[in-house]
């Protein structure tokens, strides 16, 4: 819960009057509702007139769902995501999308059924039985839009907050508990019985309510996400995206991106509207999706070319299709600045393709504001909060509710550099994670001798008596035989440290934990490890000494799962660590390579890999970096290709030519069963050839 001075404080301090107006607009969009779809009307409701993607949309305006995602966002947004929030709709394939409740059933019997539902919710809420809209279990499958439906017809009993997480997050914070499995109605109510037994929200209505909140206390903050997003090829769609406030994409075959509700199956389409023989693209799907679920404040870098910025601009709203548009029909409304305008001093390799990630490094050079064009970058200032990366986030807040985590994924994705980050970050050096690799490096050697941070790898030999302690050679010692000294273990050493400063945390990273015997190497500790049972003394065996593992410590480890998965662990050692995946990022190998779009190569070449194999044994994208930096030249992709990713794939494909040339296609010789020879621009053109997938949209 926040201390009650702050949201009382924060409370007395919010102008309750900066809501009038949004409120008069929340009001005229509730009307709107009423008016289209009176309550009295939804027992005859056509499924027409309720459900997203119909192919002869209705002309008496728009369908229900429509008109409460994209029409009423005064009253509450529920947009982002898939169109499976609303239960049913109409998949632009021509099949009915239905809820898990409902498949089996014919689309007008599964409306017949849904259309129930919310009516006997309405009339539950409309006589104050509202328990019994916990049993409408197809609701289930659309809290947020049911939410938000009985906010609209019953505002005087329903907060205009929808997501479930959201709510939560809401809930602690106002001192209530909040239960994981309750419906976002459920949860709802509860808040609002919180808000109103606060005298510092008397009199307050539902939106001052609801804007104070997200305004003081948002649980969506988080680092903004930074893309490169060209508006066109070399950037001829410009002026029409600077002039109307959005930015354009192409892809238009595709339909409302808002009706897929995987990376797989947005790849299916590209597949299928795209066909190569080596399939789609699962990057640029990845890509498309992130681009329909950008939030407001992510920001955009808009390019022509390689090395010319048009603009940044900072999301303002949510993705939209517009089918009745010429082309570039997926859109996302973006607030332009244009005095960012700029020839960069070198090309940026990433940034031939439509879409491309920023590093917080290089926006913060782009978005300095210059006052002469000699300026070089922007640096921080003093005092200036650091947003911390994504990855490095989750692995905090794994770390802060389990106290352990092991990072886990195939080889060369970057597991103990982010374990390295994660340790940065936690120390307080934060502010290094976007310096250059030799500034990095530099920080991690010093944080390592600081003490707060130790560092080992786990090896088959690796035993108790290195991690807790045993008896060792005393080497001090001279004379004829061996003296054994008690020696304590790299552990023992960090509970020590950090029971002597319990205000610091104290962190213990662990590489390859997996190619140890956990159980043997951790012994009575593992138990300890939990945090209820953090500072419970427990006797150890070798020097009958008293010890415990204090609150402060945490742990991560690094496994490849290529060399053992997580289901070999030890089930004890499983239970007490939160596992997180460490994937092959094409993201961060945007570049090319002559005609070689290095991204789509990096994906098609794990895609079958994955297919063939399994995803354990995908190679990692540290394998086309250089210097931290994407391959830019056709001899470093050539050494990388035959030293590195060849030899790892011949390994585990252990001598079968047949799996080899099914992973590789024509670079495998069919007569020897090897993998081809030939010269570094020779191969890049193969490569290109084999591995590209033909569904980019240059704008270089």
């Known amino acids: 819960m926040a201390d009650e001075p702050d949201l009382r404080t924060a409370a007395a301090e919010f102008d309750r ?79 009915w999308r239905l809820a898990a409740s409902l498949r089996g059933l014919e689309p007008q019997e599964a409306w017949e059924e849904l259309r129930g539902q919310f009516v006997r919710a309405f009339e539950a809420v409309g006589t104050g039985d509202f328990d019994a809209v916990d049993d409408l279990e197809v609701l289930r499958f659309g809290p947020a839009l049911v939410t938000k439906s009985l906010a609209t017809y019953f505002p005087e009993h329903f907060l205009p907050i929808y997501a479930s997480e959201h709510l939560r997050r809401f809930l602690t914070l106002l001192g209530g508990s909040a239960q994981t499995d309750a419906p976002a109605w459920r949860s709802n109510r509860r808040l ?27 649980p969506r903050s988080r680092q903004n996400t930074i893309w490169k997003i060209a508006p066109g090829e070399r950037g001829r769609l410009w002026e029409e995206c600077r002039d109307d406030a959005v930015i354009r994409v192409g892809w238009d075959e595709l339909g409302d991106l808002g009706q897929y509700q995987s990376d797989t199956e947005l790849k299916q389409a590209l597949d299928a509207h795209w066909p190569r023989s080596n399939g789609g693209s699962l990057t640029l799907a990845r890509r498309l999706l992130a681009f329909r679920d950008l939030e407001p404040g992510d920001r955009i870098v808009a390019n022509r070319g390689t090395d010319e910025v048009l603009a940044i601009g900072t999301v303002s709203g949510s993705y939209r299709f517009e089918p009745e548009h010429s082309e570039y029909r997926h859109v996302v409304p973006v607030t332009w600045d244009v005095s960012h ?53 989750n692995v905090l807040e794994a770390l802060e509710r389990k106290g352990q985590v092991i990072l886990h994924g195939p080889p060369g ?136 593992v204090p609150p402060n410590v945490r742990v991560i ?25 460490v994937d092959p990022d094409p993201d961060v190998v945007s570049g090319t390579v002559g005609p070689l779009d290095l991204a789509q190569f990096f994906d098609s070449l794990n895609t079958r890999i994955a297919r063939h194999l399994d995803a354990d044994h995908q190679i990692g994208h540290a394998y086309l970096l250089r210097d931290g930096e994407p391959i830019a030249s056709e001899d470093d992709l050539a050494a990388a290709f035959h030293h590195e990713v060849i030899p790892l794939l011949e390994d585990y494909c252990l001598g079968r030519a047949d799996l080899l040339h099914r992973i590789l296609g024509s670079l495998v010789d069919s007569n020897t069963g090897r993998p081809s020879l030939m010269s570094p621009q020779d191969l890049v053109a193969t490569l290109a050839s084999e591995f590209t997938s033909g569904t980019s949209n240059p704008d270089a």
Request: aromatic fraction near 8%; include cysteine.
């Open 192 to 218: 609002l019985e919180l808000v109103r037994s606060r005298p510092e929200f008397d009199g307050w209505s539902g939106q001052e309510v609801m804007r104070f909140l997200y305004l003081r206390f948002d």
């Open 557 to 581: 480890g690094t496994m490849n799962t290529a060399d053992r998965s997580i289901s070999h662990l030890d089930a004890a050692v499983r239970r007490r660590f939160a596992f997180l995946p």
């Open 413 to 548: 994705t970057g597991k103990t550099r982010l374990a390295l980050s994660t340790a940065l970050a936690l120390t307080g050096r934060a502010d290094t994670l976007s310096s250059p690799p030799g500034q990095r490096a530099a920080a991690q050697a010093e944080m390592l001798r600081a003490g707060r941070v130790h560092m080992v790898t786990f090896h088959p030999s690796y035993g108790y008596e290195d991690f807790v302690e045993g008896f060792k050679p005393d080497m001090n010692v001279t004379g004829p035989g061996l003296t054994l000294t008690l020696a304590d273990g790299v552990f023992h050493t960090l509970c020590t440290q950090a029971a002597a400063h319990p205000d610091e945390k104290f962190l213990l990273i662990v590489d390859e934990i997996n190619r140890g015997d956990l159980p043997r190497i951790f012994g009575e500790l593992v138990t300890l490890l939990e945090l209820d049972k953090r500072g419970l003394p427990l006797t150890l065996p070798v020097s009958r000494r008293t010890f415990s």
């Open 17 to 95: 009057s900066t809501v009038a107006e949004a409120e008069a607009v929340a009001e005229d969009e509730r009307k709107q509702v009423l008016s289209q779809f009176p309550l009295e009307g939804w027992a005859t409701m056509p499924l027409s007139r309720y459900a997203l993607g119909q192919l002869a949309p209705s002309t008496r305006g728009p369908t229900y769902c429509r008109l409460m995602e994209f029409g009423t966002p005064s009253l509450g947004s529920i947009k982002g995501g898939s169109a499976a929030k609303h239960i049913m709709y109409h998949h632009n394939s021509g099949e």
């Open 341 to 393: 305008a700029r020839k960069l001093p070198e090309p940026q390799h990433g940034w031939r393709s439509t879409f491309a990630k920023v590093d917080a490094g290089l926006f913060a050079r782009i978005s300095a504001r210059l006052a002469t064009t000699g300026a070089q970058s922007a640096e921080p200032h003093a005092g200036d909060s650091v947003l911390l990366p994504e990855d490095v986030e």
